[in-house]
Structures are given as C-alpha cells and as structure tokens.
C-alpha cells in the first residue's frame, strides 16, 4: 500500500512539474510574441519611415483589456501632431454645435464657451478609458458635423437635446452589437468609396477656402487670404518633396497664423482660464444651462428621425477614415487598423454618458485625428492619450481655444490636415480597376442631398452590378446584392424626405404634427 502511494505521489509531483514546465513555456512564448519584446529602438533602422511600419506591424492590441503605455504601445513625437490637429477641430466643431444651439434656444453667448470647456473636460475621459486603454483599435469619438444644418430644424420642431443624444447611442450601440457597421463597410466598393472621399474632400476644401476669404474681407484685407493659401500651396509641396507630409498641420498653422499677424490682421486672446460647471443637474435646469428642463415623451418622438439619420451616416465616415489607414499603413498592419464597430461602441457610449450630464456634443468618428495619425504612420492609443491632455489644457487654460478658432490657423489646419488627405485617398482608391463610374455617381448624388444618400444610392446601384465591376456583383449573394443596400437606401430616403431634406419635397414631419 505504502509503495502504491508513493508511486502515486510520485506520478503527480511530475505531472504537476510538467504542467509547470509547459506554462513557462507558453509564457516564454507570449512574451517573445508580443510588442515589447520585438520593439527595437529607432536607431537600428535605416530611416524613421521604416521605424514607424515596424511598430505598426509588432503592436498586438488587445479588446476590452488593459493596453498600457510601453508594454503595449509607446510615444512618438509624431502623436503631438494628430493630437495638435484633433484638438484643434474639436475645439471648432463642438463650439458650432454650442452655437447652432444657442441662437435659436436664445442662450446668452457664454453658454457656448462653457459648454466647449465641458465638453472637452468630458471627451478627454472617454479617450482615455476607450481608445487609450480598453478598445485601442477604436477611434477616438469626435463631432458630427454633417448633423449641425440639421440643428435649427431639430430644434425648431420641439427637439430636446438630451432626447436627441440619448437616440443616437441607443441606436449606435445596436448598430455596434449588431456589428451593422462593418456589414456596410464591407459592402461598399472602392469606386463607392473613393468617390465619397473626393466629394468630402472638395467640398471641404472649397468650404475652408471660402471661409478664409471671407473672414479676409470681413477685415478689409482681402490680400492676406491668397497670400496665406499660396503659402500654404508651396509648403505642402515642399513637405510632400521631403516625404516630411505628417508635419503639415503644425507648420501650415504656424505659416498661416504669422503670415496673417505679421500682415497686420487682428488677434487677442479673450478666453481667460477658468473651470466649467460639473454639475448636470445645472446644465439641464429650466433657469440654468440649457434652460429647458427634463426632456418629455414628445421630445423623444420629435427627433426620432433626426437620430435615424445620425446613426446612419456613420458607416459613411467611420468607412472613410478606416480607409485611409489601409492606404497609408504598412502591409501586415491589419491589427493596428480602426475596428468600426469597436468605434461605434465608444462613440455611444461617449454620447450616451455626455448627453446625460448636459455636454452640446454629438458624436461620430473623429475625422481631424485619425487623418493626420495616418499620415504621421501612428496607432490610435498613444495619439489619443495626447489629445486627452490637449484637450484638457485648451480647456482649462482658454488661450489656446482663442487661437484655434482663429480663421488663418484653423482653415490651413483643416485644409492640410484633414481635406486635402481625403483628396488624394480618394484618387488613390479610384485609380485602378472599374471605379470611376460608381466615383462619379456618389459624387453626383451626394451633390443632390447629401452624402448619406450619395452613399447609399450608389452602393445599391454597384451592387446590383448596373455601373461598377460587374464581376464582383456577381460574386456577391442576394443579400449584399441587393437586400441589405436596399433597405439602407429607402430606409435613408423615408428619414430625409421625413425630416424634409430632399430638394424640392416638403417636410413630411410637420404635416404629422399637424
């Protein structure tokens, strides 16, 4: 008996010992795959090119766990550039939307100033926790800017903001969950997308252009705008000559901003420092912030729509932005890629949380950072824990917002930063293959309405194989052929002749609450 036990024992002390010899050797395993392990310093490459592929290429990020700073990503003096340009445009955006807002809810003008603070100070915790910590294929969550012509009708038809905010996460995080966001994604061609790209990009370019004139001639100096832009002209040139392209928004802003200041234009900063109110229950008080109280059932049903329409020109943005990674990052990069759906999940959430404590924002993929952090050949999380503190310092210190609204630093920002990139990705996409066709129509139809109908117009028309490469139409089954494009676009059309953005055809919500 005692000898069978001790065989016994014996049997399991080495087992237990070749248990422990096999986890060793997983972890050994783990440890020389994973990013610190195969992170080399700079200096053993030939270029900083080279350096920059490589570290997008080792980086394992992990969902829904911690990825911390130099064990899973580090920082780069390229990530203040995307933080610098994502900064800048939040500051832009959510202040429209503040605006938008302010003046037909007849809100005194500091409302907008505080309300920016807020939001920034709100932002930046959501960056940290999502696209820096837990979801580092995440874009950070950013503005809306298609939703703001859409404000005054929102509000003129009774529409409370936090119901408005509160519909755009619920129907993101189903969106999210359903994982409808990168269904879309994948149904869109390259000639569909391409042509998205080169409509937002000129658009946004002529926008940004016209803008500066204006505010020139605003100042009698008309002459300061051409000279700022022909400026700008040759040092994108020079940039894209010296393969230095990712310093383009820092320099642009520093041309633009002492090109006009030397010319005698007028600049002060006004915002001093200062600490917005944290309290909800202040922001959406009847005799305080918003000044509109608690939101009723009728609020809800009035921006319904409204919320439809929001979710469903993200697929569009989110697409476009992820796009432009694949063309500038390295091949095997795949990892390190926007995930959309992870995207739409941190952007509801963001809505959701800062719509419940009274922020002005409403949110979708931030454009004005992940354009530059692709260019620049950075990932997501070191870049969004730059934009975090850049945010938080443009809030609290208030200098830094004065100069980002400033007309020369921010139109050259978002010129070089975000418009002329979306430019040349679209030509990119449409170079090869039967592209042009489907291109030109998005183009056309998004001229028509906007560019959700544009989108998803065309990439009903390509799928069912009537323009576009016909062999891939082929390959595709009933359902991306013809199915799933087919209830995006009629369900788009029915949102906007509701809410009354089809040329020409009524508003069919105010004949309902007639």
């Known amino acids: 008996m005692s000898a069978e036990m001790t065989g016994k024992t014996s049997a399991a002390s080495a087992s237990n010992t070749s248990t422990m010899n096999k986890d060793a050797e997983n972890k050994r395993h783990v440890d020389k795959d994973s ?7 700079s200096s053993e490459f030939e270029t900083r090119e080279q350096y920059l592929e490589h570290e997008l290429q080792i ?68 960056i940290i926790l999502f696209s820096g910590f837990l979801l580092p294929t995440a874009n950070l969550a950013g503005t809306h800017g298609p939703l703001i012509p859409l404000i005054p009708i929102v509000v003129a038809a009774g529409g409370h903001p936090m119901a408005f905010g509160l519909l755009i996460g619920a129907f993101g995080f189903l ?30 370019t002529i926008s940004q252009v016209k803008k500066l004139f204006s505010w020139a001639d605003a100042i009698q100096m008309s002459h300061i705008a051409f000279i700022v832009i022909i400026g700008t002209i040759l040092l994108y040139a020079l940039l894209e000559h010296w393969k230095k392209r990712w310093l383009a928004v820092p320099l642009s802003c520093l041309l633009g901003g002492g090109t006009a200041f030397l010319l005698g234009a007028p600049f002060s900063f006004k915002t001093a420092p200062g600490f917005p109110n944290m309290n909800p229950m202040y922001w959406w008080g009847e005799n305080t912030g918003w000044m509109l109280g608690m939101p009723s059932v009728e609020s809800f049903i009035v921006v319904l729509p409204f919320a439809v329409l929001a979710v469903a020109m ?43 404590m009274g922020g002005a924002n409403f949110t979708s993929s931030w454009g004005t950072y992940i354009v ?36 020369p630093v921010l139109c050259v920002a978002l010129i070089v930063g975000v418009f002329i990139p979306l430019l040349e990705a679209g030509m990119e996409m449409t170079r090869e293959g039967k592209t042009t066709q489907s291109a ?16 998803s117009l065309t990439m009903l028309l390509d799928n069912l194989g009537l323009i576009g490469c016909k062999e891939r139409s082929s390959e595709l089954t009933r359902m991306s052929r013809w199915i799933i494009p087919g209830i995006m676009f009629l369900t788009l059309t029915s949102v906007m002749a509701i809410v009354g953005l089809l040329p020409g055809i009524p508003a069919l919500l105010e004949g309902f609450r007639q």
């Open 314 to 356: 993200w697929s569009p943005d989110f697409l476009g932005h992820q796009v432009f990674q694949k063309i500038s990052y390295p091949e095997r990069s795949e990892k390190v890629q926007m995930n959309i759906d992870d995207t739409m999940v941190s952007a509801s959430a963001r809505q959701t949380i800062g719509s419940l």
């Open 59 to 126: 980086m394992a990020p992990k969902r829904w766990r911690p990825n911390l700073p130099f064990r899973d990503y580090r920082f780069e003096w390229e990530d203040t550039i995307p933080a610098m340009a994502g900064t800048i445009g939040k500051v832009v955006m959510v202040g429209a939307i503040a605006a938008t807002f302010a003046g037909p809810l007849g809100l005194a003008d500091n409302f907008v100033l505080e309300n920016v603070r807020y939001e920034l100070i709100i932002v930046s915790f959501f």
């Open 372 to 407: 530059p952090a692709a260019i620049a050949k950075r990932p997501i999380p070191a870049g969004a824990i730059l934009t975090a503190i850049f945010c938080v310092i443009a809030g609290l210190w208030g200098y830094p917002m004065d100069l980002a609204i400033w007309e």
């Open 175 to 204: 969106l999210a969950i359903s994982k409808g966001g990168s269904l879309l994604a994948k149904l869109t061609s390259k000639g569909v997308c391409g042509g998205l790209l080169l409509y937002l990009g000129f658009i946004g």
């Open 35 to 41: 990013y610190e392990a195969k992170h080399k310093p």
């Open 440 to 455: 030109a129509i998005v183009v056309f139809a998004s001229t028509l309405v906007n560019p959700a109908f544009g989108w």
